[in-house]
C-alpha cells in the first residue's frame, strides 16, 4: 500500500496496543516510524529495473526477519523514552507495526514474498488498490480522534477505525470473489478457454473490477462493475507474444518476470530491441511496468540492462472514465499519454 497508508496503520496498531501505558504520541509516532521501515527498501538499486521491482517487498517485508527485528527496535524505543519496564509491550506493539505492513501489502497484486528466506514466492491477494481512500480515511480519523481527545473515547475511536478497515479488506475479497463468479461465467459463455484469470479492482475502489484472462497465445482484458446493469463483459483480445515467449523463457529477465508475475506478462518485439510487460497493473494499453530490454546483441554481451518504459494515461480522461465506467457506463478504456 501507498505510504501514508502504511503511516496510519502503523500509527493505529501502536496506539491500540500502547493504550495509556505511554503518551499517545509516542505510540503515534514510533507506529509510524515502524510502518514505514520496511518500504526503506525502495531505496536500495538491485541494477535494473527489472531487479529493483522484483526485490522490492522482499526481505525487508519478511515475517521471519520483521520478528528478528522487533525485540531489537523495541528495546531502542523503550530505552530513549527512559520505559525499561514496558519493554515487552513496546516488543508486542512493535511487532504488530511492522508484520500488518506486509500483511497489508499482500493484500494487493504487487507482491509481497512474506516467507523470506525460506522461499521468494511473491504473494498477492490483489483484492484492493495500493491506494484506496476508504480503507486509509478510517486509519486517519481513529488515531487524529485519540492524539486529540486523550482519553478513552478517543482510544475507542481509534480500535474502530481498525474495526472499519479491517471489515472493508473483508469487504474486498468477498467482491472480488463475486467478480471472478462473473469473469468465469462470461468466459465460459465465450467459449474461451482459459489457463489462467486475474480479478483487481481498478484503481482507489473495490466497485470497478479489472479482469485479465490468459491463453497461450492470448490475453483478454475486461472490466466488470458491482453497479453494471447485467454481467455482461465486453471482452478484448490481445497477442501475447507466443513466439518470442518460447524462443526468450530462459533469459534472466524474462524468466524472472514470468515467476513474479505468476504469468500474466507478455513479450513484444518493436525495431529489434525486446520488451516485457507486467499485466497485473495497468490496464490495456497503459501498464506501470513496461520493460526495454534492449536488443538481442546487447543482451548477448550483457551491455543493456533493462529499463522501465512505463506507459500511463492522460489523468483527466482516466479519472473521467472510471468514475463513468464505475457507474456501470460501458464506455472505452482511455488512450496512453505518449
Known sequence: MDSLTQIALGSAVGVAVMGRRTALWKAALWGAIGGTLP???????????????????????????????????????????????????????????????????AMTVYGTQ???PFTDHPF??????????LYTVPLIVGVVAALRLKNARGLNWNVAGLVVS?????????????????ARASLQQEGVQAT??????????????????????????????????????????????????ERHASEP????????THGFYSVSETGGRLFVTDLRMGQEPSYTFHFDLGTE???????????????????????DWLWRRMWGERIPSPRPNT
Open 253 to 260: 529477465s524474462v524468466a524472472r518476470m514470468a515467476a513474479f
Open 297 to 319: 546483441a546487447a543482451r548477448a554481451q550483457g551491455g543493456h540492462r533493462p529499463t522501465l518504459n512505463g506507459q500511463r494515461p492522460d489523468i483527466g480522461p482516466a479519472l
Open 114 to 116: 512474506l516467507l523470506q
Open 39 to 105: 518500504d526503506l527498501d525502495a531505496f536500495i538499486d538491485h541494477g535494473d529495473a527489472i531487479l529493483n521491482m522484483t526485490r522490492h517487498r522482499a526481505e525487508s517485508h519478511a515475517l521471519f526477519i520483521l520478528t528478528l527485528a522487533a525485540p531489537v527496535l523495541a528495546w531502542i524505543v523503550s530505552r530513549i523514552h527512559g520505559e525499561a519496564a514496558l519493554f515487552k509491550r513496546w516488543w508486542l506493539a512493535l511487532w504488530l507495526v511492522l508484520i500488518t505492513h506486509p500483511l497489508l501489502d
Open 124 to 133: 498477492g491477494v490483489g483484492s484492493v488498490f495500493i491506494i484506496d481512500p
Open 166 to 182: 479491517t471489515l472493508y479488506l473483508a469487504w474486498s475479497v468477498a467482491a472480488q470473489q463475486h467478480a471472478t463468479q462473473v
Open 196 to 245: 489462467a484469470l486475474l480479478v483487481t479492482p481498478s484503481p482507489f475502489n473495490t466497485v470497478l473490477w479489472r479482469l485479465v484472462a490468459t491463453t497461450p497465445t492470448h490475453y483478454l482484458e475486461g472490466h466488470t462493475s458491482l453497479l453494471d446493469d447485467d454481467q455482461r463483459i465486453v471482452w478484448t483480445r490481445h497477442e501475447r507474444g507466443a513466439g518470442l515467449l
